[in-house]
Structure formats: structure tokens, C-alpha cells
């Protein structure tokens, strides 16, 4: 009977701690709560700039263990997340309170943004976990923008029938205004006859722009240029050459000696072409000498004739000769590209010119 006793009263005991055990209450769950709204519609292209705090309660009734903020920006293909806030002065508090600053621009959701997710998560001692979200819906999220070329020449002038191609989208003759492009990242091109094409490329777009272009010139066509006394019979690939001067780049061809063709800035009487004179440039320093700026620096800088000897020979292109022509208050490049001397055809002088 006494080993029954003994017996029955270790069981009662094992009961009883079993009993004890179980009753004690496990710690509840951690929470994050905030008072307001849990969400907000944003509209990229109307809303403009979007601040909003949250003013988070975590209680913990284990004590905070940690508490995480993430950012997480969803695309149509691509989530990028950041840690964003990782308070250190909340642990092992119960309750704590925080302000979250919630900030969004356009730019922020430019490039497909659709969703931003403020995501808030709780661990406690115990190691149980709790997670919040405040979601931020993007509408429109990719911005559109206007985009407005201006056309000038190297004059400063103002081109008006040039074609922009600015991505995708080509725009008719003189229309340099594009609506409504999404932001984003661009070619493009301008395009005028005579004009050499101007081009540019990862131009990034990203509100609404003005674009100032200069268009810089092509050469011309060629000018063939007669010896004086010969306007009458002379031609140029069967073309007669009527014409011993020019004043639109102030050069008259005047003599011809052997291999020479003469050259001067003014007519062969002497009267004006509106020309004050030369500057010889080398053909190398010609690519850089595409302003009117430019020209004038050259000039300034060089040594200013009023004639010249041109080497020419029957049927033979010889090696060009650059040279830089004052025009009253404008500047031309000038390109000598062929001198002919002919019994038959005449004595020729070829030029093209810029500017």
C-alpha cells in the first residue's frame, strides 16, 4: 500500500506541473498600427509632389526585438526593395512610437513605376513576426513631357523647314514641337536640305525641354568661275561658264599665266565685290571653323590678302585650297577644288564655299 501511495502522489504531482505549465499565457503577437489611411492613389502626371507622415504604434508585449522598414518599387518588370529605416532605439520597449515620412515626386515614378510599397515589420523576443504595408498605387507612371526644338543656322537665323526626328516620332517640315513623349531616354536627328545633319544621342528626357540646334551648312555646289574675257565661249562639263566673279564669296579670276590661274577681291575694274579680303587656312583647322564666331577668330588671326595665284593645268584637280573670305559683317569658308587651263573650253577656276 505504501509503494501505491507513493505511487499515486507522483502522478498528482506531474499533474499539477503539467496543469501550472499549461495555464501560463504565451505573449501576444506584435502589432503595428497607425491611425488614417492604409493606402493612396497617386497620379503621375497631375499629383505633383506627394509628403505624408504615418505615425506608427508598435506594441510588443515580448519586447521589440527589431523593427525593419522597407521600400519596395514595382515596374510592369522589375521590383527594386531598400531598407529604408532600421530604428536601434526600440529595442526591448513594449510600445514605441515612430513617424514615418512618406515622400513622392514625378520623378520618383518616372520610367513605369506602378505600385510603392512602404512595407513595416516587427520581431519580437519571442521571435513571432508582424508586417504592415502602405501601399502607394501609381497611376500614369510614366510621365509625358513636351519636347520643343529651336532650328538656327550659323548666322543665328532661324531654320524653318527642317525635319526632326526625335525617337519614334517624325515631325512634318518646321513643327519642332513634340507632345507628350514619355520620359525616357532618346535619339534624335535634324535634317535639312543643304545642312549637314545634326544628331544626338542618349538624350535623357525627364521634363519639359527646349532644344537649340545649330545647323552647320554643307558645301555648296561647285562654282566654276571663268577668266575675265572669256564669259562669252568658256564652259565647265559642257555647261557654259558665264560668269568671271562672285559676290556671294568676293573672288574674280582675272589673269592666267602658265600654270597659274589669279585670283582678286574685286571685280576686274576694280569696283567692289563687298569683299575686304582672304585668310589661307589649313585644311586641317577647316572641320572646327563651323561658326560664324569661329570664322571671324580665324580671320582675325591670320594674314589678309587680296590676290592670289591659283595652280592650274589642262583637266587636273589640284590639291584643295581653303581659305576664309570677309563679307562685310559675315564670313565664308572658301574651298579652290579644280583649275583648268583649255584652248578650247576656257581657262577655269572651281570654289565651293560655306556660310
Not at 38 to 55: C, K
Not at 209 to 214: D, H, K, R
Request: aromatic share 12%; proline share 2%; glycine share 8%.
Amino acid at each position: 500500500m505504501k509503494t501505491l501511495r507513493i505511487a499515486v502522489v507522483l502522478i498528482i504531482a506531474a499533474f499539477s506541473t503539467y496543469m501550472l505549465t499549461s495555464c501560463d499565457p504565451e505573449s501576444a503577437e506584435p502589432t503595428i498600427t497607425w491611425e488614417g489611411i492604409i493606402s493612396y492613389n497617386y497620379d503621375a502626371n497631375e499629383d505633383g509632389n506627394y509628403a505624408h507622415t504615418l505615425n506608427l504604434v508598435v506594441d510588443a508585449e515580448a519586447g521589440i526585438n527589431l523593427f525593419n522598414i522597407w521600400k519596395h518599387v514595382i515596374t510592369d518588370t522589375d521590383t527594386v526593395s531598400s531598407l529604408v529605416d532600421s530604428p536601434a532605439d526600440c529595442i526591448g520597449l513594449l510600445t514605441y512610437n515612430h513617424d514615418l515620412d512618406i515622400a513622392v515626386t514625378p520623378a520618383d515614378v518616372a520610367g513605369g513605376v506602378t505600385k510603392i510599397i512602404y512595407e513595416m515589420e516587427v520581431t519580437d523576443n519571442d521571435l513571432n513576426t508582424a508586417t504592415e504595408e502602405f501601399v502607394i498605387f501609381v497611376t500614369n507612371g510614366t510621365l509625358s513631357y513636351n519636347v520643343t526644338f529651336v532650328v538656327k543656322d550659323a548666322l543665328g537665323g532661324d531654320i524653318a523647314d527642317a525635319i526632326m526626328v526625335f525617337g519614334d516620332s517624325t515631325n512634318a517640315a518646321g513643327d519642332y514641337t513634340l507632345v507628350g513623349v514619355p520620359a525616357g531616354t532618346y535619339n534624335y536627328t535634324v535634317n535639312k536640305a543643304g545642312y549637314d545633319e545634326k544628331a544626338g544621342t542618349g538624350f535623357v528626357l525627364a521634363s519639359d525641354t527646349t532644344v537649340t540646334i545649330e545647323l552647320q551648312q554643307e558645301w555648296s555646289a561647285e562654282v566654276p568661275l571663268a577668266l575675265y574675257g572669256q564669259t562669252t565661249w568658256a564652259t565647265y562639263q559642257g555647261n557654259p561658264v558665264t560668269v568671271y566673279y562672285s559676290e556671294v564669296f568676293g573672288v574674280a579670276v582675272d589673269f592666267t599665266n602658265a600654270g597659274i590661274l589669279r585670283i582678286i577681291d574685286t571685280k576686274h575694274d576694280g569696283t567692289t565685290l563687298g569683299c575686304d579680303g582672304w585668310v589661307v587656312v589649313n585644311a586641317a583647322d577647316v572641320a572646327a571653323m563651323n561658326t560664324q564666331a569661329a570664322l571671324a577668330t580665324a580671320y582675325a588671326a591670320g594674314t589678309v590678302i587680296h590676290t592670289y595665284d591659283l595652280q592650274c593645268d589642262q583637266h587636273k584637280n589640284y590639291e584643295e585650297l581653303n581659305f576664309i573670305s570677309k563679307m562685310g559683317s559675315t564670313y565664308k569658308i572658301v574651298r579652290y577644288v579644280a583649275g583648268y587651263r583649255d584652248f578650247t573650253t576656257g581657262n577655269i577656276a572651281v570654289f565651293k564655299y560655306k556660310y
